[in-house]
């Protein structure tokens, strides 16, 4: 049963998505797009990778183009390796959040969402 303190698309992931460690590696809208990403399967499916497209629209060019540092890929893989959209894009050749975008988009179609 969920409850409004530790909702079940929190519990349901593999570590809880702590406020500070996406606002310490990433910008505002960069973090909101990897929360929208990971919780999707288990909270609004579409709608939240849908909210996901809509944040990117809103980063700046710079955030769009640039990989996030190793370490914090590799932990985010190492934490989110079940989640298809961040694997595809760490392991992708272009940069992390263009990658994320192209994973996403896919996703939608694919769904039909």
């Known amino acids: ?6 909702p079940d698309h929190y519990k349901n992931n593999s570590i809880k998505l702590e406020p500070y ?3 310490s590696a990433f910008s505002f809208t960069a973090g ?5 990403v990971i919780r999707y399967k288990d909270k609004n499916g579409g709608e939240d990778l849908r ?7 809103m980063m700046d060019l710079e ?6 540092k190793q370490d914090i890929l ?5 934490k989110f390796s079940n ?6 894009a760490v392991l992708s ?11 996403i988009t896919s996703e939608i179609r694919y769904e039909g969402n």
């Open 83 to 88: 989640n298809e959209l961040i694997s595809k």
């Open 74 to 78: 590799l932990e985010l893989w190492a």
């Open 21 to 23: 460690v996406l606002c």
């Open 63 to 68: 955030d769009t183009f640039t990989t996030p």
């Open 51 to 57: 909210k996901a497209l809509r944040y990117f629209d």
């Open 93 to 103: 050749a272009d940069p992390f959040f263009k990658a994320l975008r192209y994973a």
């Open 1 to 6: 049963m969920s409850d409004s303190i530790n």
């Open 32 to 36: 909101n797009v990897l929360k929208y």
